[in-house]
């Protein structure tokens, strides 16, 4: 079956949320939404996340799933307020745990914090399906990028998050805890085998290059097996995790993973309020 898929683009964090439709039923998904966030201010907003409530309520669809492939380091999640408006559960990979475990130390997080991933309505296994109407989603467990990232194949869709960017940008970083250059190699020959050539594949960020400045996320399995500039055909594991971690260690950490990580693995809720009401998002001062 092939669903609807409307994207959109965040240009602040180059990031694209997914609107999911089954087209005979009405029902849908949202996935990896945005909430606005101002890091100067520590002001936050939902403009994002209501140009999708508005989009679903124009197609009048019913969302069954709140979705997300991994805990982001590079915006805010609107999960939690989306889930308010719609009443829909939330879900991501089984193992989203580990990433907490990780991050509740590096950010000294309240003592009852829990790091089972029981924030989220669901977690999903790897080979687990799920319903959206009519449409059967399957999860495939692609960690890489992080430890506990999952792609969603839905019809004849993919949704990688950051495994895969366009063919002219590559693939994700690894040198976030619990990434690994071997395992990301790994999940993505499991799509290059396990899905069809024509699969459409739907990826979580563009950033352009020098050569194309406008923003594109929807490319296919066959176009990234050919023409993917780090991994293609015949590239040896080998060769991709030299390159890869050579990269890496060149990058700038992305500019809201400290505010986003610790809402990201609150399934989008904010930390707990201080004796005065008002919740902090924490920075932790380190050496070079």
Known sequence: MKPEVKGFFDEATYTISYVIADPKTGHA????????????????????????????????????????????????TASAYLQEKLKAPTGIGADAGKVQAFFKGFYN??????????????????????????????????????AACVTYVIGDAAFVGDTLFMTDYGTARTDFPGGDA??????????????????????????????????????????????????????SKEAFVKLRQERDKGLAAPKLILPSIQVNMRAGAFPPEEANGVSYLKIPVRTA
């Not at 991933?117 to 080979?127: A, C, E, P």
């Open 29 to 76: 998904a949202i996935l990896d939404s945005v909430l606005d966030y101002d890091q100067n201010s520590g002001k936050y907003a939902t403009g994002s996340a209501d140009k999708i409530l508005a989009y679903i309520r124009a197609k009048g669809l019913k969302v069954d799933w709140i979705l997300e492939t991994h805990v982001h380091a590079d915006h805010l």
């Open 109 to 146: 997080a309240e003592a009852d914090f829990k790091t089972d991933g029981s924030q989220f309505d669901h977690l999903f296994k790897d080979g687990e399906t799920f319903q959206i109407g009519e449409l059967e989603g399957r999860v495939l467990a692609t960690p890489g990028h992080t």
């Open 182 to 235: 071997n395992a990301l190699y790994g999940s993505i020959h499991r799509l290059f085998d396990e899905l069809a050539p024509d699969t459409r594949l739907f990826l979580c960020h563009d950033y352009g290059t020098s050569e194309r400045k406008e923003y594109v996320w929807e490319t296919s399995l066959a176009e990234q097996r050919a023409k993917n500039v780090h991994i293609h055909e015949g590239v």
